[in-house]
C-alpha cells in the first residue's frame, strides 16, 4: 500500500525547492569525523594533535585516555559550534547553499526570485519559514546578507513571509496572485509595452485587507495612518480597503503592482534606484488622481489626500512629461532601469544631475502655471469690469448729454420768443408775431419739462420739481403746458428712488 511522503521528506523537498540547506546534515557529518579522528593512533603521534600541547605538559599526562577523551571533546566543538553559528560560511557565498553556514530558511534573494503563480505556492514558502522560524530559536543566531546578520531582522522576515504565505484568512479579506506577465493592470501593461521590460516570472502574492485592525501583527507593523498600501520583498503586497472607493482601491493595487513589477525584475539592485524615482514613477503609470472621495460605513464623506511627498514625486514626472512628451518620458524611465540609475539619465535626457534639481525645476515650472491659470480665470472677471465700467460712464456722458440737449432747447426758444414782438398793451389784440413767440415759450416750457422727467430718474427729484414749476410761471396762459406739468409732477411723485 503506497503511502504519502511524511512531513520531513516533504519539508526537505520544500527546502531543494527554494534553495536552501538543513544544518543537522553537517552537525552528523562534522560528529561522524570526530570519532575517526580521534582514534587510539593520535596517542601514538602526539606531535600531530592540534592543540600543540608543549613538551613539558605532554610528558606530565599520565594516560592516554585522558589524551583521548580531551580530543573527542575539542574536535567535537570544532565540527559542531561553526555549523551551529554560522561562521564556517565563507564570505562568498549563495545564501541557501550547503557552504552558507547551514542556512535554512528564505533568504531575501531567494524570496524577490521566487516565481509565485498559484496560491498552492504560498505553502511551500511558509512551511520553509516556519521550519526556520524555530530553527532560529534554537540556534540563536543567523546569517542573511542582506539582513546584515541580525537575529530580530531576520525572524521579523521569516514573520512576515508567513503571514502574507499563510493560508489563513481574516474575515473580508482577498488573496490572490497577480501574474506580471499577464495581467491586465494598467500600469503593468505600461511597463510591458511602453517601457517593453520583461515581466519577471511569476507575479505577486496581493492581500486586500477588510481594515488595517484585521491584519496579522507583522503586516499591521508596516502601516502607519498616511498608509493605504504596501510592498514588501518585492513579491508580496498588502493593502487596507477600509472606507475605500472601487477606483481608489484599483489605483492603490496598481501603484503597488508597479513597485512590485520593477523590484522584482531588478532584485537586490532596485535599491540603486532612489525613492523619487520608484514612487514617481508607481504615481506617473497608475495615473493616481491627487484626492480620492469615498463613503463611510457611516455615510459620511471620507477626503484622502496624497501626502506632500508624493505630491512632489507626482510633480517630477508631471515636469518630465511637460518638457519631453509621453514617450521621452518612456525612454527616461527605460534608460534608469537598464542603467540602474535615475541620475545619469536625467543627465541624458535633461542635463540636470540629481533629483533635488529636478524638484526645483518642475517647483519653478508649476508657480508658472499657476500664475497663468490665475491670470486665466481674472481675466475675464477683468474684462467684464470693464465693459461695466464703459457702460457705466456712457450711460453717465448720455444722461449729461441728454440734459445737455434739453438745456440748449430751452434756451432756443427763449432767446426766439424774446425776438417776437412783446406782449400786447392791455386790451389790446395778439398779433401774428406775438402768437409765434407764445409758440416757442410753449416748446421751451415742454422741453423742460423733459428736462425734469431726466433729472427725476437720476434721483435729483428736487431739481426736477423746481423744473416743472419753473414751466407753469413761463406759461401760466398755456392750457397744454400746465396739464404737462401736471403729468409731470404726478410721474416724479411715482418714481421710487
Known amino acids: 500500500m503506497a503511502h504519502g511522503p511524511t512531513g520531513a521528506d516533504a519539508t526537505q523537498r520544500s527546502t531543494q525547492r527554494l534553495g536552501v540547506a538543513r544544518p543537522a546534515q ?30 613539558r605538559r605532554r610528558q606530565a599526562i599520565a594516560s592516554g585516555r585522558c589524551v583521548r577523551h580531551l580530543l573527542r571533546l575539542l574536535m567535537w566543538m570544532a565540527a559542531t559550534i561553526p555549523a551551529l553559528i554560522g561562521a564556517g560560511q565563507p564570505a562568498d557565498a549563495d545564501p541557501g547553499s550547503e557552504d552558507a553556514g547551514g542556512v535554512s530558511g528564505p533568504t531575501v534573494e531567494s524570496i524577490i526570485r ?19 522560524l524555530r530553527e532560529l530559536k534554537v540556534k540563536h543566531r543567523r546569517v542573511d546578507p542582506v539582513l546584515t546578520q541580525s537575529d530580530d531582522l531576520y525572524e521579523q522576515f521569516l ?12 474575515e473580508g479579506e482577498r488573496v490572490s496572485v497577480v501574474d506580471f506577465g499577464a495581467s491586465r493592470d ?19 502574492v496581493l492581500r486586500v485587507y477588510a481594515s488595517k ?6 503586516v499591521r507593523a508596516l502601516f502607519n495612518d498616511k498608509v493605504s498600501g504596501i510592498t514588501r520583498w518585492c513579491r508580496f503586497i498588502a493593502v487596507d480597503a477600509h472606507s475605500r472607493s472601487q477606483r481608489e482601491l484599483r489605483d492603490i493595487i496598481s501603484h503597488e503592482l508597479s513597485h512590485a513589477f520593477v523590484c522584482a525584475s531588478l532584485g537586490l539592485e532596485s535599491r540603486r534606484l532612489p525613492r523619487w524615482f520608484h514612487e514617481g514613477l508607481a ?20 477626503i484622502a489626500y496624497s501626502t506632500s511627498q508624493y505630491n512632489e514625486y507626482r510633480l517630477m514626472f508631471r515636469y518630465l512629461g511637460a518638457i519631453l512628451g509621453r514617450d521621452g518620458v518612456i525612454e527616461f524611465v527605460r534608460h534608469a532601469i537598464v542603467q540602474r540609475s535615475a541620475e545619469d539619465a536625467l543627465r541624458a535626457v535633461m542635463g540636470i544631475r540629481d533629483g533635488a534639481a529636478l524638484l526645483l525645476e518642475a517647483e ?47 434756451n432756443q426758444h427763449l432767446r426766439a420768443a424774446r425776438q417776437e414782438i412783446p406782449e400786447p398793451p392791455p386790451g389790446g389784440t395778439i398779433t401774428t408775431a406775438q402768437t409765434v413767440g407764445r409758440h416757442h415759450v410753449e416748446e421751451a416750457c415742454f422741453a423742460l419739462i423733459d428736462m425734469s422727467r431726466l433729472l427725476a430718474r437720476k434721483g435729483s427729484r428736487d431739481e426736477a420739481f423746481e423744473g416743472v ?21 404726478d410721474e416724479i411723485n411715482g418714481i421710487v428712488v
Open 186 to 204: 494598467a500600469a503593468l501593461l505600461r511597463l510591458r509595452q511602453e517601457v517593453m521590460l520583461q515581466a519577471p516570472p511569476g507575479g505577486a
Open 364 to 410: 519653478r515650472w508649476q508657480r508658472t502655471r499657476d500664475i497663468a491659470g490665475v491670470a486665466l480665470v481674472l481675466a475675464p472677471a477683468a474684462l467684464f469690469l470693464y465693459l461695466l465700467h464703459r457702460r457705466y460712464r456712457w450711460r453717465v456722458t448720455r444722461y449729461q448729454e441728454d440734459v445737455l440737449d434739453l438745456t440748449e432747447q430751452v
Open 26 to 55: 553537517s552537525i552528523a557529518n562534522g560528529l561522524s569525523a570526530v570519532n575517526r579522528i580521534a582514534e587510539p593512533q593520535y596517542t601514538q603521534c602526539p606531535s600531530s594533535i592540534i592543540l600543540h600541547v608543549d613538551e
Open 283 to 302: 504615481l506617473y503609470l497608475s495615473d493616481a488622481q491627487d484626492i480620492y472621495t469615498s463613503q463611510t460605513e457611516y455615510g459620511g464623506e471620507r
Open 469 to 489: 414749476e419753473k414751466a407753469r410761471r413761463f406759461a401760466p396762459w398755456s392750457d397744454r403746458v400746465l396739464r404737462a406739468a401736471e403729468d409731470a409732477e
Open 114 to 132: 521566487y516565481p509565485f503563480r498559484t496560491l498552492d505556492d504560498l505553502a511551500e514558502s511558509y512551511a520553509t519559514s516556519y521550519t526556520a
Open 213 to 218: 485592525e484585521a491584519m496579522p501583527v507583522p
Open 159 to 170: 514573520a512576515e513571509v508567513m503571514s502574507f504565505t499563510t493560508a489563513s484568512r481574516t
